[in-house]
């Protein structure tokens, strides 16, 4: 049992009595219960939404603003399934594994078209077989379940090898979520439904790659089947079609799929190598929760003024800075505030003295933050570009005020603006945001070139403050923490990319393949009448850019629909960019060129007796 938080897990269990986990204004408890009988989910959650009103209107609390407790009166209850658990998981990850459950729908969608024109190639050359059944007696419908069977056997063995293979993968998906700061659990046994999904697909998969090749072979004329052996194929391209609209389906979804790998890769690189206006390398993130070393609350800011000169005393410590919330990785405390006659939502954090030089975010205006904004002096505010746009209209912000509106425990106050920073990406990495709400735990941020320094700073707090509880990290590495699902989707899409490619390159090689084959007479003759080497190359490569340009064009228009489903996902790219588009396009014509090349250079060397001698 992991709990029923889906992908945590827990060590220790504590009753539920905690003042701080029991306050009204907390609101990540979850209460779990049974069901009476002959209540389901859907009554249960009627009836909870039917009382939810009264709720809400009797435990509503003062204090908050107006839009605060209107929107809070508006909340209502529902009943979930206790097997799906309460998922974090799920909220970060929902959207990313539908698109890779699509993904791999079209990637299966590939290997079934391979399979097929493998099936019409293979159902082709027993023409003859099929019709001297026939022409003895044979049903049609006792070929066509023989016909069957051996598919469903082909069947039968990837679906089992498909189970084991995903049973073992599945297992590394799951800890490519797992990072430095925290491990993913997850229970991917292979249960009853995991197997009744795969037998579902298994029986859909094979009547998709068989019904056509099986029909085809028992729909054979005897007569004409048995004339046609050994008259060559110098007609008759109709043949074909089957097999070139295949290819055409693999090259168009390869292009969707190479597309969205090409995305997804180039929108990671993008955050990763994306400028927040702030320091990232030589940063050391300590986390120290006063309330777990049993600090009094009246000596948490005390307390952090002795451990910045701790730490800013240890040699290799450039600078040293607390805040209240860890850059980058989404945390703040939102706040509605009011300037002049501005409404409007802004995002804090409090920092200590010298924590944007330690960050290296440089001061454009005004002073930065000095040992006498205390909070019995004016409360005094650094604001950013953002906010001096959208609520001063561009004015000189220096010397103006801000007030916000009242909550629970943090009553109206008014700040004087004293300094303007440039917009950092202090949220996250994708979105602009402003910089107080002291608590019981804050995070330390550490400028320091050299490792050993770091070492000295455990030091020097475990010998000076013992009871203190730290955690170090580093804020490199946490950022790349905070990009788990980005590269997921890179590392995953790519992958699925260029199996689709290869997938298409097998059977693009495999049609052409048979198409030269099946008209080795019509080639014989062509170069017995003198066609050169280099125009039998070109006319097999002709038929293959032929396909590649119609899927192609067929590829561009579904990669421009189905970039709109993962728009979301992407950063610092439009769904729809043509230098994507263009990249992937020039991969699959090379891909078309290798796979057409040897079928067409073996064509050209062909001896025309000999093929004119063939069957």
Not at 147 to 173: D, M
Not at 199 to 206: D, E, K, P, R, V
Not at 552 to 569: E, P, Y
Not at 584 to 590: Q, S, T
Request: with cysteine; hydrophobic share 50%.
């Amino acid at each position: 049992f992991f709990g029923l938080a889906v992908g945590d897990d827990f060590d220790i269990a504590i009753p539920l009595c905690q003042p701080k986990e029991l306050r009204r204004d907390v609101f990540d408890v979850a209460v779990i219960g049974r069901l009476r009988p002959g209540w389901t989910l859907k009554s249960a959650s009627a009836w909870l939404d039917a009382i939810s009103p009264g709720i809400f209107e009797a435990t509503a609390l003062t204090g908050y603003s107006t839009e605060t407790i209107e929107t809070y009166k508006r909340f209502r209850l529902a009943a979930y399934a206790a097997s799906d658990g309460v998922s974090w998981l799920r909220t970060q990850y929902d959207s990313s594994l539908r698109l890779l459950l699509a993904i791999t729908a079209l990637v299966l969608l590939i290997a079934c078209a391979n399979l097929a024109n493998l099936m019409l190639a293979r159902a082709s050359t027993r023409e003859h077989e099929v019709a001297v059944r026939l022409a003895l007696g044979a049903s049609r419908g006792r070929l066509l379940r023989q016909l069957v069977a051996e598919s469903a056997l082909l069947v039968a063995i990837g679906t089992a090898l498909g189970i084991y293979l995903a049973q073992f993968l599945s297992r590394i998906l799951v800890w490519s979520l797992s990072t430095e700061s925290g491990s993913v659990h997850l229970a991917v046994e292979t249960d009853w439904r995991v197997l009744l999904f795969a037998a579902g697909l298994a029986s859909l998969t094979c009547a998709f790659f068989v019904a056509a090749p099986a029909l085809r072979a028992t729909s054979t004329e005897p007569v004409a089947a048995m004339k046609s052996r050994g008259r060559g194929l110098t007609g008759g391209r109709e043949r074909f079609s089957m097999q070139r609209l295949m290819v055409v389906t693999q090259i168009a979804v390869s292009l969707v799929l190479l597309v969205g790998a090409f995305l997804f890769v180039r929108s990671f690189r993008n955050l990763m190598t994306f400028d927040p206006g702030m320091r990232e390398g030589g940063i050391t993130v300590v986390f120290i929760d006063f309330e777990q070393s049993h600090v009094a609350p009246g000596r948490y800011e005390e307390l952090q003024r002795e451990l910045l000169d701790e730490v800013r005393s240890v040699p290799g410590v450039l600078d040293a800075a607390t805040t209240t919330f860890m850059p980058l990785l989404g945390g703040s405390w939102s706040h509605f505030i009011r300037v002049g006659s501005v409404d409007w939502w802004s995002r804090f954090a409090a920092v200590s003295p010298g924590y944007f030089q330690t960050m290296g975010i440089p001061l454009l205006r005004g002073r930065d933050f000095n040992p006498n904004d205390t909070a019995a002096s004016q409360r005094v505010a650094v604001v950013n570009r953002t906010f001096v746009r959208q609520c001063l209209g561009g004015a000189d912000p220096i010397g103006k005020t801000l007030r916000t509106k009242p909550e629970p425990n943090y009553p109206s106050t008014v700040y004087e603006i004293v300094g303007v920073i440039p917009d950092t990406q202090y949220n996250d990495l994708r979105g602009a945001s402003q910089y107080p709400a002291p608590g019981p735990s804050c995070f330390m941020m550490i400028h320091s070139g050299l490792a050993p320094a770091i070492a000295g700073v455990r030091h020097r707090i475990a010998e000076k403050h013992p009871e203190i509880v730290m955690e170090f990290s580093d804020f490199q590495a946490r950022i790349r923490d905070g990009l788990v699902r980005e590269r997921l989707m890179a590392m995953l899409s790519g992958f699925f990319g260029l199996l689709a490619a290869l997938l298409t390159m097998v059977g693009l090689y495999g049609v052409i393949s048979y198409i030269v084959a099946r008209r080795r007479n019509e080639i014989g003759i062509r170069m017995a009448l003198g066609a050169q080497r280099g125009q039998v190359v070109s006319m097999v490569m002709r038929e293959a850019g032929r396909m590649l340009v119609i899927g192609i064009l067929a590829g561009a228009v579904l990669s421009l629909v189905a970039g709109r489903a993962a728009s979301s996902l992407l950063f610092g790219l439009k769904p729809y960019d043509p230098l994507t588009l263009a990249a992937a396009g020039v991969l699959l014509a090379v891909i078309a060129a290798l796979a057409s090349f040897l079928p067409a250079r073996r064509a050209s060397r062909l001896d025309p007796l000999v093929a004119l001698r063939y069957e």
